[in-house]
């Protein structure tokens, strides 16, 4: 929130509509705005959650000019990597317990309006932690003492977990990526289960070969899902540290989380 990138900035940049379930925020011109959540989550590992999290917080920050902040949950710390930034002590774990201010971990990313909450390697006893504390909305919690960001996108760990629990509770929105294949698609069966009915969820599917028939089947199966094509720009972003929009801004790598990032915005919305 000390962000230079956020000099001169003024409230919140939203549509002025009203969802009392829903944290209000100042916004400019007396309208209100309001906090949203959206986690990217799957029980399956390596199937784009990363890449999709890091994605979507930049179409929010630089194409809907959203206040938004990344919060990296998974000891990995890719997202925090991917956005140039890993937590540098064992500080993650610590907002969870109370003994630091979540708010004193976010720092600024070097892109306008994106701010992050790394993770780092105490993550690792956030199940443990979380279930010890038996404080079933800790995650809510926090997120609603962040401070007046438009949006707060969470980058889960995967598995059925007690931090996916909490996630499914913090979230309005929960964006699964599936990759066209039986396992993932039954990953995907097993998280919709998991995750009960409770929050609404956005499949996408992601890695997208075209080439092969798999895939095409899949998507043909799933017309409404958007989908992520598998992408050399995607990895060789990443490895810029910048968002495919940003490395390779007429890529349909891009133009797809653009896409699910609109999509994103209309579910909110409506
Ligand atoms: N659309 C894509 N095209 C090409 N490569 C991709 C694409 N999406 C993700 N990848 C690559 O696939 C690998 C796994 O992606 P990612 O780390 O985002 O998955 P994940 O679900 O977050 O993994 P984990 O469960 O370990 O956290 C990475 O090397 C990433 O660069
Ligand atoms: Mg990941």
Redesign the pocket.
């Known amino acids: 929130m000390d962000s230079p990138a956020f000099a001169g900035m003024t409230g919140c940049s939203g549509p002025a509509f009203f969802v009392p379930d829903r944290l209000p925020c100042a916004a400019p011109h007396g309208t209100f705005a309001f906090m949203a959540t959206i986690a990217v989550y799957?029980l399956?590992?390596?199937?784009?959650?990363?890449?999709?999290?890091a994605n979507l917080a930049w179409c929010a920050a630089a194409k809907s000019a959203r206040r938004t902040l990344l919060w990296d949950l998974?000891p990995?710390a890719?997202a925090s990597w991917m956005l140039g930034r890993e937590g540098k002590w064992e500080g993650a774990r610590g907002a969870f317990s109370r003994d630091v201010e979540a708010r004193e971990l976010i720092g600024p990313t070097g892109i306008e309006r994106l701010d992050l909450l790394p993770a780092d390697a105490s993550l690792r006893e956030l199940d443990h932690l979380l279930r010890e504390m038996d404080k079933k909305k800790r995650l809510s919690k926090l997120i609603a003492g962040l401070g007046d960001y438009d949006r707060v996108i969470l980058?889960c760990?995967?598995g059925l977990t007690e931090t996916a629990k909490q996630v499914a509770r913090a979230a309005d929105l929960i964006v699964i990526?599936v990759v066209p294949s039986p396992l993932a698609q039954r990953a995907y069966e097993e998280t919709e289960r998991h995750l009960g009915g409770r929050t609404p969820t956005l499949p996408v599917h992601?890695?997208v070969d075209r080439r092969r028939r798999m895939h095409r089947e899949a998507v043909e199966a799933r017309p409404d899902w958007p989908a992520?094509?598998?992408?050399?720009v995607?990895?060789a972003s990443?490895a810029m540290h910048r968002a495919a929009g940003d490395a390779a801004p007429r890529s349909p790598?891009a133009a797809a989380f653009l896409d699910i990032w609109q999509r994103i915005e209309r579910r909110l919305a409506s």
């Open positions: 799957s399956k590992g390596g199937v784009g959650k990363t890449t999709l999290a998974d990995q890719a980058d760990p995967p990526p992601a890695m992520i094509p598998m992408a050399s995607v990895e990443a790598a």
